[in-house]
């Protein structure tokens, strides 16, 4: 039996994944100022992961199993590695840039679960929205001087872009892995279970001795617990309660928003310059994005699978 769940929560689910991961772009960019990104990244997953599972296992009693653990931390490890390739680019690329590469996550979305049903072969409009989503990337790190702007650091956009994919298999892997039925829960786990994971490879290369709190600047430290407590409890949260409750492809069109957010913030706070190839890469990318969507995603059912 399935149930749709009420519109009110997905409506709030969607404003929260928009808003609150666009101005997660902003945040990494200022807590890479004082901290290594890697490092961070692991620490912020740790802290909100053992939060939220904490608080998440007082208020519904519910207990996890170790199959259960092993799936979260195998999902939460993508998770948490992608989103540490966005805190490592943001030092040398624009929060702006690095949105707009994140904002290729559903072409991955589709051509994994194409990849795993190959009876459902993909749409014409979506195979000319990858097309047109290369198109963007190739505007986006043009290795010459295209329209006056500055080369983008291709390393750095290898790495946002290698960041998409893995998020895009840990999202397509969590739908139909074993899990707790709380969604709280779930992104705890998820959170604290791949955290641990980078923490401790982070230590076993000698990353972790790169970590200085007691010099951070008051910015990084600002960025570091939105980054937490908001971007991270919040958001994944929310994440999470899509993906069990909508189609991965739609649950990933955060996509569309997350740009323009992190673009504005972007601009405004860090005085991050807003050149025509950046629109164009963004008109792009955006264009691209909302036919794979639109597409991909056709006839998926949004309703809760009972468990």
Do not use: K
């Amino acid at each position: 039996m399935e149930v749709a769940p009420p519109r009110w929560r997905l409506t709030l689910a969607y404003a929260t994944v928009y808003l609150v991961w666009g101005a997660s772009y902003l945040s990494n960019r200022l807590a890479v100022e004082s901290f290594p990104p890697l490092p961070m990244a692991g620490a912020r997953f740790i802290l909100a992961g053992a939060l939220l599972t904490l608080v998440a296992l007082f208020l519904t009693g519910e207990r996890a199993g170790l199959r259960q653990w092993r799936s979260a931390t195998i999902a939460g490890s993508a998770l948490v590695l992608s989103n540490a390739a966005v805190a490592y680019a943001v030092q040398r690329i624009p929060s702006g840039v690095a949105a707009l590469l994140v904002a290729l996550t559903p072409c991955w979305v589709v051509l994994l679960e194409w990849w795993r049903d190959r009876s459902r072969r993909p749409h014409p409009g979506v195979v000319a929205g990858l097309l047109l989503g290369l198109g963007g990337i190739a505007i986006l790190v043009e290795p010459g001087h295209l329209l006056g702007a500055e080369r983008i650091d291709v390393a750095r956009t290898l790495a946002v872009i290698a960041g998409t994919l893995i998020w895009a298999a840990g999202s397509v892997y969590s739908r139909t892995a074993a899990r707790p039925r709380s969604a709280a829960l779930l992104s705890g786990m998820q959170m604290l279970g791949g955290g641990v994971a980078l923490t401790l490879f982070c230590v076993a290369v000698g990353l972790w001795s790169d970590v200085a709190p007691a010099t951070a600047t008051a910015r990084s430290w600002i960025g570091f617990w939105y980054l937490v407590l908001v971007a991270s409890i919040g958001g994944f949260t929310a994440y999470v309660y899509l993906l069990e409750h909508a189609s991965p492809a739609r649950a990933t069109t955060y996509a569309y928003v997350n740009p323009v957010v992190a673009v504005t913030l972007g601009a405004v706070f860090l005085g991050e310059p807003l050149t025509t190839r950046m629109l164009l890469a963004a008109a792009t990318i955006v264009t691209a994005v909302a036919l794979i969507v639109t597409w991909g995603a056709s006839g998926a059912r949004t309703a809760v699978r009972q468990r």
